[in-house]
């Protein structure tokens, strides 16, 4: 079983300091015996520990910086949402695939926002923009923020706070199953409660560092009984030898662990795996090892977002996938909506 989440090592904006969030931190991780460092920034953070670059990717993974969000601009979220809201960014998680690897670059730690009334400002902006139209904003965008949420409490904030207003919603996935402390948050219906699920084989060999399957179907079920409304994004659909029997047994699992009530209002988010040419590479660097199937031939490539394409299955492939998943969705969870395949 994955612990929850604890910082080898620790960086804190000077600025940090000047909220009730970043002393709390900084006070909850001294108590735990953290190595704490000062930065002025995240980005003069250098001389990470480690020999190598292996043993540094994997120490700036377990590292959390505790800092100041100053971009107060939220980026676009489609299809899941309207906005991505930034209380945090990258994933102590080792998923070989995760998009988030070229993203971050050669900063993979974990960065943690503490000035979250500046951010529940903005949010209220766009709010009432678009009022009385719903906005929804999604919170995991560039991070799996329930992941180290149990330091931080500001997603369960976050949950209280649109709880509360008239016209947002809020939504987040996790691969984690330390959640129990959300369970009483106030959300009034308001948040979408989703957990990123796969077929066990791609869990085992792919998602390394991430709660095991069953941790999350028991996670999922608490979460349906305290009445969020539940989602489950499948991400990424990949094709090995026994996909279909991989994926059947993982949604009749879920059938049968989830009580009636979450099931009346559950949604499904489809994601097919895909990669990129600097993906690639920086995959084969970070995980010699991988058993990812990343051969452009097998692929069709797809004109991407930033102008990078991006190799997705064949129409075909992706025909058999809509099909096949389209059905068990279907048979096991008839009450429940498709929210898109992408």
Not at 72 to 80: A, E, G, R
Not at 216 to 241: N, Q, S
Request: aromatic share 12%; with cysteine.
């Amino acid at each position: 079983m994955v612990k929850p989440f604890v910082p080898q090592l620790v960086y804190v904006e000077p600025k940090a300091l000047d909220y009730p969030l970043g002393k709390q931190l900084v006070s909850k991780l001294e108590g735990m015996g953290v190595e704490i460092r000062e930065t002025t920034s995240h980005n003069q953070i250098r001389n990470l520990p480690g020999d190598n670059d292996f043993q540094k990717y994997r120490i700036a993974k377990s590292t959390l910086v505790v800092g100041v969000r100053k971009t107060l601009k939220f980026d676009t979220s489609k299809p899941s949402a309207e906005y991505a809201i930034p209380f945090a960014t990258g994933c102590m998680g080792h998923c070989h695939y995760c998009y988030l690897q070229t993203t971050m670059g050669s900063k993979p730690y974990i960065r943690t926002y503490v000035n979250i009334d500046d951010i529940f400002e903005a949010a209220d902006q766009y709010m009432k923009e678009r009022a009385p139209e719903i906005t929804r904003f999604e919170a995991s965008c560039t991070s799996d923020i329930a992941g180290i949420d149990h330091l931080t409490h500001t997603l369960k904030k976050a949950i209280e706070y649109f709880g509360e207003s008239e016209f947002g919603q809020l939504r987040f996935v996790t691969k984690f199953a330390h959640i129990d402390h959300l369970l009483d948050a106030k959300h009034n219906g308001r948040t979408r409660f989703r957990f990123s699920m796969n077929d066990d084989y791609i869990i085992k060999t792919f998602e390394p560092g991430t709660s095991r399957q069953e941790e999350r179907i028991e996670a999922a079920t608490k979460v349906g009984e305290a009445g969020y409304p539940l989602g489950f994004i499948i991400a990424p659909i990949y094709l090995h030898d026994g996909w279909k029997e991989g994926y059947k047994a993982m949604f009749e699992k879920l059938e049968s662990k989830l009580s009636g009530p979450s099931k009346k209002d559950l949604t499904f988010e489809l994601i097919q795996h895909r990669f990129t040419k600097p993906a690639k590479n920086v995959i084969e660097k970070n995980y010699p090892m991988t058993k990812l199937e990343l051969d452009e031939s097998k692929r069709k490539w797809k004109w991407g977002r930033y102008g990078i394409g991006k190799y997705v299955y064949t129409d075909q492939e992706q025909e058999d996938i809509k099909e096949t998943l389209g059905g068990y969705i279907n048979t096991y969870f008839p009450q429940s909506k498709i929210e898109y395949f992408t």
